[in-house]
């Protein structure tokens, strides 16, 4: 049996798993559902006012897309709903969304209390600087001035790593990715800590004084996770139902191709490269 064959067969295997648990039947799910208005889908966000690439204009990005999609495919429509990460899953615990959309895996207290969907991306915090810079390990920031998005998961990231907060001779904090590229590309601070897929998506898109700069990473991230879709263990039938249609688009290339578009390709794990879904019962 190939890699490929395995791997398919271990998703149907816990999809399954997942399906023998369901408390309920796929209508009823349904029906509850579109009771409260359709999927509550709850999106984490570092700013205020720029959601890309993830949730665009409601119904575009990386999280907006296949929710999209895999709500109209079951029976209902996406309604997305912004929220902070320190408190996602407090907000999915209290029934105020449906499911938490490509977020970080649970913390330990409440794993037993949700089931969680593979996404096959994944996630980092690395620290952003100009492609001209002398900067090339996390070391070299030692004195340096940095900028950071307030409220990101790259602020919270860095302030867990105290000996390297603590080495810095200053921390610009920003309150969107437009004003960190700016100060970044100005020079008035020498690196960034950024959310690597908001900043990918920004500096492609983003000119200093009409000329495009060009960024690079330093060789080792801050932080890495896999992102998930969680549902409270209690809604085993609905995590049922959008595993099996999120397979469907993995399996069809989806979202590779949304990693493309965005231009997020790094993204994907080249573990489950192929066939980026996966359950956990």
Sequence with gaps: MTLFKRTVA????????????????????????????????????????????????????????????????????????????????????????????NC??????????????????????????????????????????????????????????????????????????QQLLQKLSSGEVQCAAVDEPQAIYAAARYHYKDKKVEYKFVDTPIAECSLVIVTRSDEADLCSLLAEKYVELSQKNVIKELCQKYELSGMLSSKIKDNPAQVNA
Excluded at 32 to 38: A, V
């Design 10 to 101: 271990l998703i149907v295997a816990a999809f399954l798993t997942v399906s023998a648990c369901a408390a309920c039947s796929p209508d009823s799910t349904i029906s509850r559902i579109n009771d409260n208005g359709g999927l509550r889908v709850g999106y984490c966000s570092c700013s205020e006012s720029d959601d890309a690439p993830f949730v665009m204009e409601g119904k575009e990005g990386m999280t907006g897309e296949p929710a999209v999609r895999i709500a109209n495919a079951i029976g209902t429509e996406a309604v997305f709903t912004r929220v902070r990460s320190s408190e996602a899953y407090e907000r999915l615990m209290q029934g105020s969304v449906d499911c938490l959309w």
């Design 104 to 177: 970080s895996p649970p913390p330990k207290e409440i794993v037993s209390s949700v089931r969680a969907i593979e996404t096959g991306l994944f996630y980092r915090q690395v620290i952003m600087t100009t492609s001209d810079s002398k900067i090339n390990r996390l070391a070299d920031v030692k004195g340096k001035k940095l900028a950071v998005v307030s409220g990101s998961d790259a602020q919270a990231e860095l302030h867990n790593a105290a000996v390297m907060e603590k080495s810095l001779k200053k921390i610009i904090i920003c309150s969107n990715m």
